[in-house]
């Protein structure tokens, strides 16, 4: 594991992702990802990366969206049986914008051989599954009304072992349904941005957790973990904010080959720039948005240097905040990021072969 110090050495100059348009225009991660890769893990990640499989049948054609090569060894699966909440029917099924289809696959975790996000879609909240090759890891989990969706989400793919169950913070939206996801799947590891936080979800998580003899960590800048092939590294938080858990949201960035996966949590502009201040290294292929797209997230300067391909925003449809704001969709239209809502699409899904990215509804 690298320290905080090495991380900060190995970082690029100021201007990291100078080709962005380019490099979404042909599908491929930002370069200067893989010069990170080496200079950070030398002859590790990028060489461990297994070359791709041939792309599978079924997902050739329509099926997979601005790539193209398909997801690779991710065959079909039947349809959930259950119903995402809070979104209207007319959002399921159809034809996404800019010319994003369903696909007809979903993968199993048996199934994946590479690296695949589930970003699903629990309405207000967030909960992504992180799987590679073989292993399995839940950022956040819904709310409370989400407990059974990510139950049987997770069910349905096979998921009996967490490498990592992370809850960015404490708020409802996030711990709510992780609890649920505890009595499903046993845990190696259970992170928070606390330890203790007085409200019923979160109890109810920390005693799933206790029940399985974790205890919620808090982990710290720099420190590091693999997931399969994959390497995540946890940003933040960086500093307490008492007075917002949003800025103390655990900040976490997944690199597979050289494609990379920013997630942001609720973190707003103030921890933003925080973690500009360490030096980390940010440039991503994906960026979850922070705090379902409000205009207090994704400020210009954090944006610039994350500089994502794709960028996921996961919120209700017609939330009571507005979310996600025009503020944000401005900043990453100006950014040259595609933007993909579980508000217009439902869950969304995310595969990486190392080199090339493929997002998708589910179907
Ligand atoms: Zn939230």
Partial sequence: MLSLNERRNAVLPERLTPDIPA????????????????????????QEVPAPEPPVPEL???????????????????PSEY???????????ADGPEGLNRAEAAGSLQQISGFQIDFINVGQGD??????????????????????????????????????????????????????????????????????YDTKA???????????????????????????????????????????????????????????????????????????????????SVLKVGHHGSSDATSYVFLDRVH???AVISCGAANEFGHPHEETLSRLRDCGTAVYRTDELGSILCASDGTNISIWAEP
Wanted: charged fraction near 15%.
């Fill in 23 to 46: 490099a979404v225009a042909q599908n491929q991660a930002p370069s200067a990802d893989s010069a990170q890769a080496s200079a950070l893990s030398p002859g590790t990640v990028a």
């Fill in 308 to 310: 994502p391909a794709y």
């Fill in 127 to 196: 909960a992504a599954l992180v799987r590679c090759a073989g292993e399995a890891m839940l950022i956040d989990g819904g709310g409370a009304e989400d407990a059974q969706l990510i139950y049987a989400y997770l069910e349905r793919r096979g998921i009996t072992h967490l490498k990592a169950v992370v809850a960015t913070h404490p708020h409802e939206d996030h711990v709510g349904g992780l609890a649920a996801a505890l009595h499903l799947a046993r845990a190696d590891a259970v992170y928070c941005s606390c330890s203790e």
């Fill in 202 to 284: 979160f109890n109810d998580f920390k005693h799933a957790a206790s029940a399985q003899g974790l205890e919620i960590r808090v982990p710290s800048p720099g420190e590091q973990f693999g997931l399969g092939n994959a390497v995540c590294t946890v940003l933040g938080p960086i500093s307490p904010h008492p007075e917002n858990l949003n800025n103390e949201s655990i900040v976490l960035r997944i690199e597979y080959g050289n494609t990379g996966f920013l997630f942001t949590g609720d973190a707003e502009r103030e921890e933003e720039l925080e973690i500009l201040d360490t030096g980390f290294w940010l440039s991503s």
């Fill in 60 to 78: 050739q054609g329509e099926a997979i969206v601005m790539t193209a090569a398909a997801a690779p060894g991710i065959p079909a699966e039947q």
């Fill in 83 to 93: 119903t995402a909440p809070s979104v209207p029917t007319t959002a399921q099924g």
